[in-house]
Nanobody
């Protein structure tokens, strides 16, 4: 059983900052990429930032220069520092991990439960 637990969402004024955290736990053999997605009301879920092992970190264009993703592999954790927040950043943010679980076969995507980020104007 693998679990991803997020924290750090909330309500902030435009221009403010929030830091999201996500910790993966359970029967994890190896983690490849970890990242963050978001889904605003009436919109599709989109990739915000992704950090693969030994690969290139990717950001959606709308957050480049404002958001920073980081990982702590020893803690199976990923973080998203969000600065200069805008109302259009309002969404439910989901943590994602591409990993192999013990007895789980091959690489699979796992998701957190989501954390609400609301940016007021």
């Amino acid at each position: 059983q693998v679990q991803l637990v997020e924290s750090g969402g909330g309500l902030v004024q435009a221009g403010g900052s929030l830091n999201l955290s996500c910790a993966a736990s359970g029967s994890i053999l190896s983690i490849n990429a970890m990242g963050w997605y978001r889904q605003a009301p009436g919109k599709q879920r989109e990739l915000v930032a992704n950090m693969p092992n030994g690969g290139t970190t990717k950001y959606v264009d709308s957050v480049k220069g404002r958001f920073t993703i980081s990982r702590d592999n020893a803690k199976n954790s990923v973080y998203l520092q969000m600065n200069s927040l805008k109302p259009e950043d309002t969404a439910v943010y989901y943590c994602n991990a591409n990993l192999i679980a013990y007895g789980g076969g091959w690489w699979k995507d796992y998701w957190g439960q989501g954390t609400q980020v609301t940016v007021s104007s």
